[in-house]
């Protein structure tokens, strides 16, 4: 084996080099570091260089990354763990149905239009749809608010408020009438995707699976133009802001998106069920209300 000597200059020149690329854009310091890493589960320090981690270790170590340009945060004692990954987060959707009167407090149907009846007495000047979101059956005594429940507090405007998982909400009978929800107006898939109805037929005010999003833009509710672009802008820094370097987006949800009956209606007859054999096959049943038809 042939060695090559080196003059003094080219070493010089070398090790000037390395030591130049190990110099860390970013050095975190004095932190608690979870590193997912069972052969060092714990670390005080951080050393990142064009997004990449260079060093994970003690504190006093890391300061060898350190150069004139580096970005030095002493975490003081903060938790730092990787980033998450969300998996399923319909991004913009989270915010047009988390906009609006908080339901949530809610402990009764009666406490979801109170809710809403005090914010249109302290906000008169309002005008247009009222929106609220945020009812959670579970802390209702397992019930669901119908539009009666609404009507009793006389709120004067078209009003409709999400249930905290955004798969149902109710509407007042002013939103109904809006939105030209009647006794003749179609469900997508019955005891799936439905408006829930009365001994007569005539729609209670409960909108079941996403079928009130057409009444959203019908009783002049949605506003894209603005809504979307807000919705992306602030999801994206919230969710950056709790830790969330990635989103798995499923679907961009928004009221202009429905759930096709003709889509549904051909899923059966692909996978060779009537109605009553969905029903009786509740996952596909579950599948069958991912199966959808982006509109708007």
């Not at 047009?96 to 949530?104: A, M, Q, R």
């Not at 059956?137 to 709120?155: S, V």
Request: aromatic share 6%.
């Amino acid at each position: 084996m042939k060695l090559m000597k080196l003059s003094p200059l080219v070493c010089a020149t070398l090790i000037s080099s390395a030591a130049i690329a190990q110099t860390a854009d970013r050095v975190l310091l004095n932190g608690i570091v979870e590193t997912m890493n069972a052969a060092q589960p714990n670390a005080e320090a951080l050393a990142i260089k064009d997004g990449r981690i260079l060093f994970v270790g003690a504190s006093n170590d890391a300061q060898a990354f350190v150069g004139d340009e580096t970005d030095v945060i002493d975490l003081e004692g903060r938790y730092v763990t990787p980033g998450m990954i969300e998996s399923h987060n319909h991004v913009v959707s989270r915010k047009w149905i988390t906009t609006g009167v908080d339901v949530s407090g809610a402990r009764s149907v009666d406490d979801v239009g109170r809710l809403m009846k005090e914010h249109v007495d302290a906000n008169p000047d309002e005008a247009g749809p009222l929106i609220g979101f945020g009812w959670m059956p579970a802390n209702l005594g397992n019930q669901q608010p119908r539009a009666a429940d609404l009507d009793k507090w006389d709120l004067g405007r078209p009003t409709m408020v999400f249930g905290n998982a955004s798969h149902d909400a109710v509407l007042n009978t002013l939103a109904l009438e809006a939105a030209g929800i009647t006794a003749d107006t179609p469900d997508i898939q019955p005891g799936v995707i439905y408006w829930e109805r009365d001994g007569d037929g005539n729609p209670t005010g409960l909108g079941i699976e996403t079928i009130f999003f057409e009444a959203y833009v019908d009783m002049g509710a949605w506003d894209p133009d603005v809504v979307v672009p807000q919705s992306a802008d602030f999801l994206q820094d919230f969710l950056a802001g709790k830790g969330v370097t990635t989103a798995m987006v499923p679907g961009l949800v928004t009221p202009g998106f429905s759930i096709s009956a003709e889509h549904v209606r051909r899923y059966a007859q692909y996978y060779g069920c009537d109605e009553e054999a969905r029903r009786e096959r509740p996952v596909e049943n579950a599948i069958q209300h991912h199966a959808v038809v982006q509109t708007a």
